[in-house]
Each structure stands twice: as C-alpha cells, then as structure tokens.
C-alpha cells in the first residue's frame, strides 16, 4: 500500500524525466536568492542601463533617417550615408566609453547596412561590458557565495546524494542559479534593446542586415555565464563560511584588475605618456598581462565574440578563461566529491 | 525468501584503513537493526548501499540492482534519513519535503501534495511553514522522516532515527516506523545504538564490528533462553515465591526489577510455579516467558565475537 494513498484521489506516479532533475536544485536556488532585499534592488538596478541605451539606439536610428531624407532630396541611393549627423550622434553620447576609437573604421565606409551592423553591435557590446559587467560582479557576490558552502555547512549534501541525482547534476543545478540571474540581468535585457533598435528603425530591412546581432548576444552570454559561475561556485565550494566565499569573488576580481592597472600605470610613468593612453593602452607589456584580470578577460572575449577584435589579438583572454574555468570546475567536482 | 540485500566478501578500504572487512550478508523484508559500535562500519555500509561509496572488492546487490554500477536505479526506490542534522537553510518545513520529492522526480505540485500528507503522518501541525532552521532537533527529526518517505519508497534506511527525540516522541517514531512496516509492507534498515529501539521494532538484527558482520539473526532467536525460563512479578512476598520454588528445585534469580527468573529443563514448569504459588500463598502478577537481554547479546557478540555471517 503506498504511503500516500489516502483514499480521496488516485495517485499518480507521473515522474519528471531523469534528465530534468537538477531543474529542482536550481529553481530552489533562484526561490532562495530571490528572497533577498539585495538580490531583488540589484536586479531593479541592472534594468536602468536599458533606458540609456535605448535613447542611443533612438538617436542613431533617427541620424540615419534624417540621412536618408537628405539622400532623397539629393537623389543619391539611400544605402549609403551622406552626412556626418549619425557620426556625431554616436560620439556624443559613447565617446567616453573605452574602445570607441574602434567604431571610427566603419565611418570611413558609406554602406549603411555594415554602418547600421557595426553601431549595434558596438553598442550592445559597451552594454554587456561596462553597465551589465559592474552589476553582475555584485549580483553574483551577492547570490553564488552561499550555494554550496550553505550546502556544506548544512550537511545538506547527503540529502541531495541520497537521491537519484549525479554530482554533475548537482553541479548544473546549482550553475544555473547565477546563470539565470546573468539571463536576466544582461541577455535579456540586451536581445530587448536589440527589439527596440528593430523598432526605432525605418523598416523591416534592417532585420537582414542585423541577424547575426541575437546569436552574437547568445554566445557572448555563455561565455560570461559559464567563467563567472564556476569561479564563483568553486570558490564557495571552497569554504563552509558564505561570507569568505563572498570576499574571496570581490578579491579575484578586484586584486586581478588592480594588479593590472598596476602594470598600465607603470608603464606609463615609464613612458611618459597619461594613464589609458593608447600608445600605453597598445604596448607589448600591457598586452602580454591583461589577461590576469579576469574582467580584461572576459571583455576581450566579447570584444572577440561581437567581431571588434580578432582570435590573434584575443586569444591570451580566451586562453586564460578556459583555464579557469577548467581549474575551477575540476576543483568544484573534487570538493562536491570529497564530503561522501 | 529473495534477499532485499546480498552482500558477498565485501571489502571498503580507505587508505589504510579497512572499514569493511569481507562482509557477507542477506536482508530479507522486514525491519532489521544494524547495530555495532563506533567506527564497526555502519556508515559505510549504508553509503555503499546507496551507491555513494564503491566497495573495493566483493559483489553487493540491493533490491534486485547491482550497487556498483545501478546506484541511480537503487537511490530511486529507497529513501534514506541520514544521521546528521542536514538541512537546506531557508526552507520551510513542508518546502524542504516537497523539495525532496522533487529531487526524487516528483513533479513539483504533486510533490508539495505529497509533502503535505506526509506532515500529516508525521503529525507536524502549522509549525511545517515555520523555517527549518528555527525547529527544534525533535522537529528536524521529523522532517528528515518525511522526506525519506514523501516518495513513498519500498525500502527505508534510517540512520539514527530516534536520536534526539524525547521518550514520547520516539515511541511515535516507533509506531511510525511499525506501520511503514505492518500496513504499508516497507522494508526498514535502522541503523541505531539504542539497543531499546531494536528490541521494541526490529524482525531481525546485524551487529557488526570492526568492519565484519559479527551477528546476522532474528531477534526472536538471539533473545530465546538457553532453557525454559520465566519471568515473574507477584503482587506480595516475593521471598517468600523464591523460597518455595527452590524446594521445588528450579533455578531462582531476583532481578533488580523486583521480578524473579525462573529456568528449568521441566516441561512442567509454568505448573510447577502455579503450585509454588499456592504454596507460599503469593498472587502472582506476570508470568511471561523470559528473554536475553539484547544488550547482553550485543555486548557478548562485539567482546567476544562468534564469527557469524548468517543470514537472517
């Protein structure tokens, strides 16, 4: 007689699938995540930078087709860019953001399906690297410390293990937390302000000229979901105390960029030349060491994924990703192992 | 009878150490009770049962699946409550069973259903929307209980289920844990010191020691006597009783209880007491069949072992 048969409905032995039940693991996680102030003002936050960007995308889309009346009235083809308003729309408002000088090329050509691609693609980019980046450092600070070293300190280990549930399973589950905190805090928000830059434009043909633009935000989200969360989980792994855990994040990002700056600001002292200056920003040693910041990292992976920089000049950051994220994952299975 | 559990020259080593020294051993249905002091291997037989642990030689198989390679297929139809005090923080209690119905697979609504019901048998009133990590080490108890069974397992293995629990609570476990077993035909393995826990609930008992199956029998066979012996209670002189059945030379002992243990080989024996009885004009309370003590039986087989894999 089962156990649960109490008579008032027939029961039903409808089980989910082996292969979706680390989905328990992770919706647990995001239920328990959720229920922090913290979490929830963070996620309010990473929202805001929309609204920028879609009044960029508004200004861009309007350059253009005040360009394109202009063509008109001139009788010249309205594909091609005829006047400078889109250029100076876009270096009003993302002149301050590093890395603009690589937009300058494009306005050098008078196609503007390939103008129209690279701005979008640029601007997308800025938002995965400066406004999303700053704010997923915090929100995953705030989520993925206390994943598994709450797991650990809980002894909650053999509740999960007793069960018909690998320790990869274990693993993706608890991946997806923060990873589904980054969906929503950069992808989602991104794909949005790409829709919105669909709708700002004259008409339907910008789609073909942008298709690439979703699977390059795609990609780019996996490779910043899949580094940041297994650093983050190996590093909670790593202790039963959340809060060390939370300090050891803060301290890989902030003592790999710190160490970095360093060496720009020596070599500019060096130089002779300002902090950031290309020519400091361009030279063999500041190359060569960017990939200790694991944010140089990441961003040159992005600069890699959104085309702005090629495999030869971005590999050093691929590289250091990979190995980091192999370490980190291999360290999290033999710390997830190690309890039993 | 199939066995539940075969374990053949089963050897778990971890470095130096031998926590399983080839241990041989059958589980039939029913409820068993693994006993064995500190550090005999129960922990880790538990875990290779679960599949958590791999053993390092030998061949082990549970409910028809081989440990070694089906640990999945085994981990499905059992329901395990560990001994530590393990908990996910932040969870209320009926959340925290609902969620291991769903880790066992059960769709999610389904499983907060289940969970319910399952608070129900275990009696835990409104205080299962209180947070986990508030409750007492009783309410814990109950929680780890019901999510052993929320997915409504055919076999349960149950690591110190009583431990912690006041003397009422753990008669409630008991009875619990009885009707799993009498009405609900589930199999039980408990894992416990309380020797009480055992005598009270258990069909058969495993005592194992230093990584060997010391005893492997049916509680009723390790507790019968040697010879025919009673055990009796009278409501006056109980000297007076002792002194009248040793002129009818039978074996007299007092117990500390102030309940007196009667052996012979006599066939005649009971009557043999009633006509000592009328003797001494002494009424007689109790007169039931006397019984080894297990914890003398547990401390006989762990100091003195006799080397017993049997099959229970």
Redesign the interface.
């Known amino acids: 007689m089962p156990i649960n048969d109490v008579g008032y409905r027939k029961l039903k032995n409808g089980d989910t699938s082996s292969l979706f039940r680390w989905f328990a693991i992770c919706d647990i996680g995001v239920q328990l995540a959720l229920k922090s102030k913290w979490v929830k003002r963070i996620m309010l936050s990473a929202w805001l930078p929309v609204t920028y960007w879609a009044l960029g995308f508004f200004l861009v889309e309007k350059a253009i087709v005040a360009d394109q009346i202009s063509a008109m009235s001139q009788g010249v083809d309205l594909n091609q860019v005829t006047s400078l308003a889109l250029q100076e729309s876009i270096t009003n408002r993302f002149s301050f953001f590093p890395g603009f000088d690589d937009l300058q090329e494009v306005f050098n050509t008078d196609d503007l399906a390939e103008i129209r691609n690279t701005v979008w693609r640029w601007m997308l980019m800025t938002f995965f690297r400066y406004p999303q980046a700053i704010i997923i450092l915090f929100l995953i600070g705030f989520i993925a410390p206390s994943l598994i070293s709450q797991d650990i300190r809980s002894r909650a280990f053999l509740l999960y293990f007793s069960r018909p549930i690998s320790r990869l399973e274990y693993i993706f589950g608890k991946i997806c937390v923060p990873s589904i905190f980054i969906i929503l805090a950069t992808t989602l928000p991104a794909l949005i302000l790409y829709i919105i830059a669909l709708l700002m434009s004259p008409d339907i043909s910008t789609l073909p000229q942008t298709w690439d633009i979703p699977l390059r935000i795609i990609i780019a989200t996996f490779g910043l979901v899949i580094p940041t969360s297994a650093v983050a989980l190996m590093l909670s792994s790593l202790t039963q105390e959340s809060r060390f855990a939370n300090f050891s994040w803060f301290a890989v990002w902030g003592l790999g960029h710190g160490a970095w700056l360093t060496i720009v600001l020596a070599t500019s002292l060096q130089m002779g030349l300002p902090l950031f200056h290309p020519d400091v920003m361009q030279s063999e040693i500041v190359s060569n060491w960017s990939a200790i910041s694991l944010y140089n990292s990441l961003g040159s992976l992005q600069s890699y994924i959104f085309g702005f920089e090629t495999f030869a000049e971005s590999w050093r950051g691929i590289i250091s990703l990979f190995g980091i994220t192999a370490f980190s994952m291999t360290l999290l299975y033999r710390r997830i192992s190690s309890p039993m | 009878m199939t066995s539940l559990i075969s374990l053949k020259q089963i050897t778990k080593s971890f470095k130096s150490i031998r926590a399983l020294d080839g241990v041989d051993l059958e589980v039939q249905a029913g409820i068993t009770g693994l006993l064995g002091p500190n550090g005999a291997g129960k922990s880790t037989l538990i875990?290779l049962l679960?599949g958590?642990?791999k053993p390092s030689s030998g061949t082990a198989s549970f409910l028809g699946y081989d440990v070694m390679k089906q640990g999945?297929?085994i981990?499905?139809r059992i329901g395990?409550m560990?001994e530590?005090?393990?908990?996910?923080?932040?969870?209320s209690g009926v959340?925290a069973v609902q969620?291991?119905g769903?880790?066992?697979?059960?769709?999610?609504t389904?499983s907060l259903r289940?969970a319910h019901?399952?608070l129900d048998?275990c009696d835990m009133k409104q205080e299962r929307y209180r947070m986990v990590d508030t409750y007492s080490t009783g309410m814990r108890q109950k929680i780890k209980f019901a999510?052993a069974?929320v997915h409504?397992p055919e076999f349960l293995i149950l690591d110190e289920p009583t431990s912690g629990l006041d003397p009422e609570e753990r008669e409630t476990l008991l009875k619990r844990i009885r009707l799993?077993a009498s009405?609900?035909?589930?199999s039980v393995l408990i894992s416990t010191h309380i020797l009480p826990d055992v005598q009270a609930i258990c069909d058969d008992v495993v005592i194992l020691s230093q990584g060997k199956v010391k005893l492997s029998e049916s509680l009723a066979t390790l507790t019968r006597t040697a010879e025919p012996s009673f055990c009796i209670r009278v409501l006056d002189n109980l000297d007076r009783l002792a002194d009248a059945l040793e002129k009818h030379d039978v074996e007299v002992s007092k117990n500390p209880d102030g309940t007196l243990t009667v052996a012979s080989q006599s066939p005649e024996l009971p009557e043999t007491i009633w006509s000592a009885a009328y003797d001494a004009q002494v009424s007689i309370q109790s007169l039931i069949p006397a019984r080894n003590s297990l914890e003398e039986v547990f401390l006989s087989t762990v100091t003195d072992p006799p080397e017993n894999g049997g099959t229970t």
């Open positions: 875990k679960l958590l642990v999945r297929q981990r499905n395990y560990p530590d005090d393990c908990y996910i923080s932040g969870l959340n969620f291991s769903c880790l066992s697979g059960i769709p999610k389904e289940r019901e399952i048998f999510s069974i409504d799993l009405k609900m035909g589930k």
